[in-house]
Every structure is written in structure tokens, then in C-alpha cells.
């Protein structure tokens, strides 16, 4: 079935460092792709998305491609800030609405 | 307010007893979900509504799960006879309308501690 894989956390990184986060995905058809961050205290939040292959999502200094031949999504920032500290969760969705998430990526970011 | 709403941000219960969540959508959104994540975990789908229909409701774990929006608003997710396997926080999300391709508005959660 349809499937998300991230990287395990904690990731752990000093402001200003850049910051990789992989996903991999495996689906049956054409997914849409998504970045959701989850910060302490707070709800799920859309940090990016890409909906065809090989389209460039970004938004608050994090971007991410749709890398159709990798089955990739991996999120990335030049420049990480104290503030960036939480959760960040990739997801698919393909045809239906519903999201598949991956376990989530907790991101510490140390001044 | 602007967001989805869920109400109570936290349940305590006993083993046994069925309880009962409540999602307001954003008004007008077509589509609502209801996702449950367990502790360290990624939100996992449970069920999906396009206004009172439900279309998709593969994510249930079992038949103690059932979910309701009978006006298309307003939705309830109830479990019964509660284990401690439910203990989760239990999301509700909607978008505006249906398409794999838009964002889903998630609220805070409720998160259900069975005892």
C-alpha cells in the first residue's frame, strides 16, 4: 500500500546550520506531496506542499522537490532558526483526499 | 474563529466507558477527516466526510468507532466500551473542497487518556 518513510529524529543542530530532512514515499498512482510541522503546544500546520513531479514547494525558508525518479521529498533550509524547533511530518495523498503520514521528524535547534 | 475547533482538548476515562469528540470545521469547508496519532507516531486516517456523507471510513480500528456530521458541519467521532489501546489524540481536519490536492486545516486535537 501506500506509504511514507522519514528519517528518525532527533535531528539536532545549531542555529544557522543547514537542515536535511529525508522522505521517501512508495504509492500506486500520482500523489500529491506534503510537509506538515507540528510546533510544542500547537495543531498540524502546512509548511509546503508539490502536487507534480519535479515542482519546488518552499515557504518560511524551507523547501522541498518533487523528485519523481528518487520517490523523494526531502525538506530543506540553508539557515535554521531556535524558532524551527518541532515536528515535522511528510505525507502523501493519492486520488482520495485522506493523508498518509510518515512518523515524524522532531528537529532540536540549539542557539 | 478562523480555525477548526475541537472540543474537549483533553478526556480522561475509564476502561469500558464510551466517549464522545467533537469537531467544528471552518465554516463552508466540504470535507472533514478525523485522523488519530498516537504517541511518537504520524496522524493516521480514520475516517473522511464530504459534507454529511461519509465517503470513507477505512481507518476505523473497530466497530466501537463510529463517527456522524449530520448537518455537514458539526462532527462527533464516538468510541465505545473504551480500551486502553485508544489512548491517542485525535485529530480533525477540513478543507474546502474535495480534491487530494488541497490542504487539509487541521485543529489542536483531543487528546483521550483511558485509564
Known amino acids: 500500500g501506500d506509504s511514507v518513510t522519514q528519517m528518525e529524529g532527533p535531528v539536532t543542530l545549531s542555529e544557522e546550520a543547514f537542515l536535511t530532512i529525508n522522505c521517501t514515499y512508495t504509492?500506486?498512482?500520482?500523489?500529491?506531496l506534503f510537509w506538515y510541522v507540528q510546533y510544542p503546544g500547537e495543531g498540524l500546520q502546512l509548511l509546503l506542499k508539490a502536487t507534480k513531479a519535479d515542482d519546488k514547494g518552499s515557504n518560511k525558508g524551507f523547501e522541498a522537490t518533487y523528485r519523481k525518479e528518487t520517490t523523494s521529498f526531502h525538506l530543506e533550509k540553508g539557515s535554521v532558526q531556535v524558532s524551527d524547533s518541532a515536528v515535522y511530518f511528510c505525507?502523501?495523498?493519492?486520488?482520495?483526499?485522506?493523508?498518509?503520514f510518515g512518523t515524524g521528524t522532531r528537529l532540536q535547534v540549539f542557539p | 474563529g478562523a480555525g477548526v475547533s475541537q472540543s474537549p482538548r483533553y478526556k480522561v476515562a475509564k476502561r469500558g466507558q464510551d466517549v464522545a469528540l467533537r469537531c467544528d470545521p471552518i465554516s463552508g469547508h466540504v470535507s472533514l477527516f478525523w485522523y488519530q496519532q498516537a504517541l511518537g507516531q504520524g496522524p493516521e486516517f480514520l475516517t473522511y466526510?464530504?459534507?454529511?456523507?461519509?465517503?470513507?471510513k477505512s481507518g476505523l480500528p473497530s466497530d466501537r468507532f463510529f463517527a456522524e456530521r449530520p448537518e455537514g458541519s458539526v462532527s462527533t467521532l464516538k468510541i465505545q466500551r473504551t480500551q486502553q489501546e485508544d489512548s491517542a489524540v485525535y485529530l480533525c481536519?477540513?478543507?474546502?473542497?474535495?480534491?487530494?490536492?488541497?490542504?487539509?486545516?487541521f485543529g489542536d486535537g483531543t487528546r483521550l487518556s483511558i485509564l
Open positions: 466526510f464530504q459534507n454529511e456523507a461519509q465517503l470513507d
Open positions: 504509492a500506486t498512482g500520482y500523489p500529491s
Open positions: 505525507a502523501l495523498s493519492v486520488n482520495t483526499d485522506k493523508l498518509i
Open positions: 481536519a477540513s478543507s474546502s473542497v474535495q480534491g487530494a490536492r488541497l490542504p487539509q486545516h
